[in-house]
């Protein structure tokens, strides 16, 4: 204890330094002074690997705790939540009718196709900040900063929509209604919904993540396994009163006016995507396993197996048990146990829910806190955001990350957070996948202007298609006025697969004219330049579901932190350079003087940035 009340003392005063903010006062107007010099060099400056692992121990590196068996209990834990038990119902009775099964297969192909990517990178970058360092090293700073703090503000609303279950499945755990422990509050000219549980134990999951790595991921460990078991009884007694006469007919019928029923799946996916946000996660904690190379693809790949099966067994069992029109969307698995008559199984529901709410939140808060670490290393926001506490962990960020999550919970219910998750991670994984594709063909100033031409010409088609495969896809049905139908929609087919042949056409071309200029030592992604080229179009495809006001949240978002890159960001960033240029040239002169064996002669070494 003694320990880390001095470690606090310190940090404390190391707040006045200009090194917890990034720049004095001074360095600032210097830099502001080249300011147009300054963003030419910057926005898309790249960095090796070897370049962030030595920048990592700099600062401080994480403790290396986690197994395979702990790293794909975290991703568990991050994707089998609370979603699940709320998202289905919706999707169901507003989309896809029974064939609510096919919308997640269709979510997790995209997570699966991203899944691979995520694992070569993470194999050759361990690092936490996970997409961030994989977009930086290839698309640049400014790209991976723009896409990240997407990512982080996913992650801080979607920790906020699971806490925010926590309350009404425990007062149903104890045979209350829903609601017992929420209460309405006037404030500012507005009701709200206050959820002070959320509020409260967010704050214990935080600083229980702050205390330690190991002993929150254990904790994680054993209550996913429970959840896991838990799922399984909801499984196994769903078949039970399973009845095959309420999947009947599989799709909604076609409605006039309306896209085909069986287009509506694909609305449900972009939903259903909810239930997959987090993988990523694993990803996230590359700095923290142990044996990273063998152990993240093994993390990775094994949790995404895991959930994927879980929820595609979960979601037949529900249109089994009830038809369609009867699924209550609030609670959809406890009503459906009440409806076949296991009243009682409701309880054992709200405590799979429990289970899932506290494994979601714990490796909520500790994947945006891992991310938001690695945005922090490299300049993006103050120093002080990545100091690493006594038990080597990110505590100042993961207490930021906490606290957030806790406020947005108080006062935010989870129907207004849940419909403005997923298009941050989407776009993450689509640029995860266009980063593979662009350090495997491209070697900075090692490609000739020629080959530069081909390479961009590849990376172009395949994102033009992809845009105009959905674009085709979306446009008719905006077709509907008598006096025009017809005149382009009955040509909507021949364009889709031709689009669609143009798609597949392009990694083929990859292959044979664009050959890949680096190959990984360790894992590969199967099938280069085939998953990641499907893994552009599925995400391509599923951003072009999403709504407007997702679209206008994630606009206003990206303009707020572009605006903080070009006013702090940019000039961190530089300073930061500047600083670690400045020690690498005098750790060579202190080791050749060691080398030396000549007590006295040092070499002088400059190093120009």
């Known amino acids: 204890m003694s320990g880390f009340i001095a470690s606090c003392a310190r940090d404390v005063r190391a707040l006045a330094s200009p090194d917890a903010w990034g720049f004095s006062p001074t360095e600032y107007l210097d830099m502001l002074l080249r300011y147009p010099q300054l963003v030419r060099n910057r926005i898309f400056k790249t960095k090796t690997a070897e370049q962030m692992e030595m920048e990592a121990e700099h600062k401080g590196p994480l403790k290396r705790t986690l197994g395979k068996v702990g790293l794909t209990c975290v991703g568990v834990g991050l994707m089998l939540g609370a979603g699940i038990f709320i998202a289905p119902g919706t999707i169901a009775v507003n989309f896809t009718g029974p064939a609510l099964c096919i919308a997640y297969l269709v979510a997790s192909v995209s997570a699966f196709l991203s899944s691979f990517c995520y694992s070569e990178f993470a194999v050759d970058m361990p690092l936490a900040g996970a997409a961030y360092n994989y977009i930086a090293?290839?698309?640049?700073?400014?790209?991976?900063?723009?896409?990240?703090?997407?990512?982080?503000?996913?992650?801080?609303?979607?920790d906020a929509a699971v806490i925010r279950g926590f309350a009404p499945y425990f007062a149903v755990l104890i045979g209350k209604d829903s609601s017992y422990f929420l209460y309405d509050h006037y404030m500012l000219g507005e009701w709200y919904t206050m959820d002070w549980w959320a509020f409260a134990l967010t704050l214990l999951v935080t600083a229980f993540l702050a205390y330690g790595a190991k002993e929150s991921t254990t904790a994680n460990t054993i209550i996913t396994i429970i959840h896991v078991l838990v799922m399984v009884f909801i499984i196994i007694a769903g078949f039970c009163?399973?009845?095959?006469?309420?999947?009947?007919?599989?799709?909604?019928?076609?409605?006039?006016?309306?896209?085909?029923?069986?287009?509506?799946?694909?609305?449900?996916?972009?939903?259903a995507f909810f239930s997959f946000v987090g993988f990523d996660g694993v990803a996230a904690a590359g700095e923290e396993v142990i044996d990273p190379h063998r152990n993240m693809p093994i993390g990775i790949l094994g949790s995404m197996t895991i959930v994927t099966v879980i929820y595609f067994l979960m979601c037949i069992v529900l249109v089994l048990m009830v038809p369609v029109g009867m699924i209550d969307t609030g609670a959809s698995f406890a009503s459906a146990f009440?409806?076949?008559?296991?009243?009682?199984?409701?309880?054992?529901?709200?405590?799979?829910?429990?289970?899932?709410?506290?494994?979601?939140?714990?490796?909520?808060?500790?994947?945006?806190?891992?991310?938001?670490?690695?945005?922090?290393?490299e300049g993006m926001l103050p120093p002080l955001m990545s100091w690493v506490g006594?038990?080597?962990?990110?505590?100042?960020?993961?207490?930021?990350?906490?606290?957030?999550?806790?406020?947005?919970?108080?006062?935010?219910?989870?129907?207004?957070?849940?419909?403005?998750?997923?298009?941050?991670?989407?776009?993450?994984?689509?640029?995860?996948?266009?980063?593979?594709?662009?350090?495997?063909m491209h070697v900075p100033g090692q490609t000739k202007p020629l080959r530069l031409a081909n390479q961009l010409l590849h990376i172009f088609a395949i994102i033009g298609f992809s845009l105009g495969f959905i674009l085709v896809w979306k446009l008719p049905i905006y077709n509907?006025?008598?006096?025009?139908?017809?005149?382009?929609?009955?040509?909507?087919?021949?364009?889709?697969?031709?689009?669609?042949?143009?798609?597949?056409?392009?990694?083929?071309?990859?292959?044979?004219?664009?050959?890949?200029?680096?190959?990984?030592?360790?894992?590969?992604?199967?099938?280069?330049?085939?998953?990641?080229?499907?893994?552009?179009?599925?995400?391509?495809?599923?951003?072009?579901?999403?709504?407007?006001?997702?679209?206008?949240?994630?606009?206003?978002?990206?303009?707020?932190?572009?605006?903080?890159?070009?006013?702090?960001?940019?000039?961190?960033?530089?300073?930061?350079?500047?600083?670690?240029?400045?020690?690498?040239?005098?750790?060579?002169?202190?080791?050749?003087?060691?080398?030396?064996?000549?007590?006295?002669?040092?070499?002088?070494?400059?190093t120009k940035v």
């Open 137 to 158: 090293s290839t698309l640049g700073e400014f790209t991976a900063w723009v896409v990240t703090s997407n990512l982080l503000f996913e992650y801080i609303l979607a």
């Open 241 to 271: 009163k399973a009845d095959s006469a309420n999947i009947k007919p599989f799709f909604f019928p076609n409605q006039p006016g309306q896209p085909e029923a069986w287009k509506q799946i694909f609305n449900g996916a972009s939903i």
């Open 338 to 377: 009440e409806y076949v008559g296991l009243g009682w199984a409701k309880h054992i529901v709200a405590l799979g829910a429990i289970l899932g709410i506290l494994t979601g939140i714990l490796t909520g808060i500790y994947t945006p806190a891992r991310i938001l670490t690695g945005c922090t290393r």
């Open 390 to 440: 006594p038990k080597q962990t990110p505590w100042v960020a993961t207490w930021l990350i906490g606290i957030t999550v806790a406020v947005i919970a108080l006062l935010t219910d989870f129907a207004k957070l849940g419909d403005m998750v997923s298009i941050g991670t989407l776009v993450v994984f689509w640029f995860v996948a266009i980063a593979l594709l662009w350090r495997r």
């Open 480 to 606: 509907e006025i008598d006096s025009v139908v017809g005149k382009w929609k009955g040509q909507q087919n021949a364009w889709l697969l031709a689009l669609a042949i143009c798609c597949l056409l392009t990694p083929i071309s990859m292959h044979f004219f664009c050959k890949p200029a680096y190959i990984p030592a360790g894992y590969k992604v199967p099938l280069y330049p085939f998953v990641p080229c499907a893994s552009v179009f599925v995400n391509t495809f599923l951003l072009g579901q999403l709504s407007q006001e997702s679209y206008e949240r994630f606009g206003w978002w990206t303009l707020g932190v572009t605006a903080l890159y070009t006013v702090y960001g940019i000039f961190a960033a530089q300073r930061k350079d500047n600083k670690s240029g400045c020690e690498s040239s005098v750790k060579i002169g202190q080791e050749f003087e060691d080398a030396s064996g000549q007590p006295g002669v040092v070499a002088i070494t400059t």
